[in-house]
């Protein structure tokens, strides 16, 4: 029988942990340093590939993402010597998809042509905003014009760029940011990221609302009312919706996204990774030590992972459906069923199908436009209504 974690396929992410600046919004793990010992950091980094590689040998890779934090911030050197590790650890894939995430202040920029020469295929640039006003409000450090600038030198040197945009801003209107999708799909190459600003604990937005700051602040039916312009002018613009919040010409999707939101194995690298790897049969879940000093050290203990979980079957079903309702080619239902050990309950399909939340075939079940803008409540239901019911 098919592994099932074959169905998504293989692919590593490396997490890079600093920025040049925390953003407030920001609840990813990074860290501001004022000295970083890049060479230190491709040794751990080389070590844990090499770990895994013993682990998962012989697989074929298809899809390499480097995330952060910044890794524009690392030195073009160390990406080529991590991504040869890399490619002298498994065999790959001959389209291999390589994405680096890039912040596009000018210094940054410049490293674009080291990168391309250290074989980076993608670049993934976190523009945010398309005007200087809401940058300084979301405490980004580079201008609109910065932003543009970069953005020209990396299609000189990738043949796939994508950028980040964030709606619901503060003060942020429907129709402003109607024009504000129209010129960055002016500008885009290939792949749009485009999320509404959420409000996350621990994060200085967090602490700023719970204060009764941050105002201006769209209210649901605005923000609702944003996300259905932007899936109308991407679609318009040849800008499938072939995940809630991202948009691709054909043929132009994250790979290495696509093998998380179909399930598939991948391996994570650097402080504070998460992984899904399937050794001997059994599916677990990692989770790397997110200080990065302390996972410098724990690195050299072979002690990279602060917790490695096995995942049941159910979990691993529950997971399936999770991620894969984002996507709009949605879920195969014997899959999940071969997960669950039960199909998805009938009557709860029914009911979501008949108030146009779903559609659904033989084979698969999608979410809908309408089932998307509520996607967890659509999860939740088929979760909590087991077979039978």
Known sequence: M??????????????????????????????????????????????????????????????????????????????????EHIRTSWPTANDLEVTLEANPGSVEAGRFAGYAQAGVTRVSMGVQALNDTDLRRLGRIH???????????ARKYFGRVSFDLIYAR???????????????????????????????????FGDRHACGGLRGLPDEDTA??????????????????????????PGAESRHNLIYWRYGDYVGIGPGAHGRITHNGERCATEAWSNPERWLTMVRADQAERCVTPISKEDQAGEYLMMGLRL?????LDR?????????????????????????????????????LILNAVIKELLLTPSGA
């Open 2 to 83: 098919t592994e099932d974690w074959r169905y998504g396929g293989f692919g590593l992410y490396l997490h890079w942990p600093f920025c040049a600046a925390k953003c407030p919004y920001c609840d990813f793990n990074s860290h501001v340093r004022a000295e970083i010992d890049q060479s230190r950091w491709l040794d751990a980094y080389r070590s844990e590939i090499g770990r895994y590689r013993a682990i998962l040998p012989d697989r074929v890779l298809t899809s390499v993402f480097i995330g952060g934090g910044t890794p524009s911030l690392m030195d073009p050197d160390v990406v080529a010597e991590v991504l």
């Open 143 to 153: 201008t609109t014009a910065e932003a543009k600038q970069a953005f020209d030198i």
């Open 170 to 204: 503060q003060d942020q209107t429907v129709s402003s940011w109607r024009s504000e999708l129209a010129e960055a799909l002016n500008m885009a190459v290939d792949h749009l990221s485009l999320y509404q600003l959420t409000i996350e604990p621990g994060t200085a």
């Open 224 to 249: 609702a009312a944003m996300y259905e312009a932007t899936q109308d002018l991407c679609e318009a613009a040849g800008y499938n919706a072939y995940e809630v919040s991202n948009h691709a010409k």
């Open 328 to 332: 709009a080619e949605g879920i195969e």
């Open 336 to 372: 999940y069923a071969r997960l669950a050990g039960t199909p998805l309950d009938d009557a709860a399909l029914s009911n979501l199908e008949e108030v146009g939340m779903i559609t659904r075939t033989d084979r698969t079940v999608r979410a809908t436009p309408a089932g998307r």
